[in-house]
């Protein structure tokens, strides 16, 4: 079973609060992550009302996926793992936010994808690669527009 993984940081013009709510607002991210097209918040935690479960659908090159996240969150950041997929085996991810002024964050974002698909590394590779870019580049629109 293939296994993928990219990690970019990035830094950008906005508070970190103004950051993580952005990131925690799963559904808004069809708005802002081009290959997400539906975002559906399934449950969420009793004690902070943060998701604890999501459904997606997504395009990619190789298709239209849909997969079902579980989220944990930290005041720094979040994270996920996938419950069940359709063309994903797995998927963990991570979003690592440090404050690094008063109106500036730096963010890391780790995305590791688990499949069955018959493609080649290079091609493997540059897919994900292009969902990290991708994926920051549209949040960092979305934060400093």
């Known amino acids: 079973m293939p296994t993928d993984s990219a990690t970019k940081t990035v830094r950008i013009k906005a508070p970190l609060g103004t950051v993580l709510a952005t990131i925690r607002d799963l559904e808004s991210q069809t708005e802002w ?78 995305l590791t994808i688990h499949h069955n698909l018959p493609l080649p590394g290079f091609l493997r590779s540059r897919v994900i690669k292009g969902l990290v870019d991708s994926t920051l580049t549209g949040l960092t629109k979305r934060l400093e527009a």
Not at 39 to 63: D, Y
């Open 33 to 110: 992550i081009p290959e997400i097209l539906a975002a559906e918040v399934l449950e969420v935690e009793e004690t902070t009302g943060l998701p604890h479960t999501a459904r997606f659908k997504a395009s990619a090159t190789v298709g239209t996926d849909s997969y079902v996240l579980t989220y944990r969150h930290r005041d720094d950041g979040m994270s996920w793992t996938m419950l069940e997929g359709r063309m994903q085996t797995g998927q963990e991810g991570d979003y690592q936010l440090e404050s690094v002024g008063p109106d500036a964050t730096s963010v890391t974002y780790r």
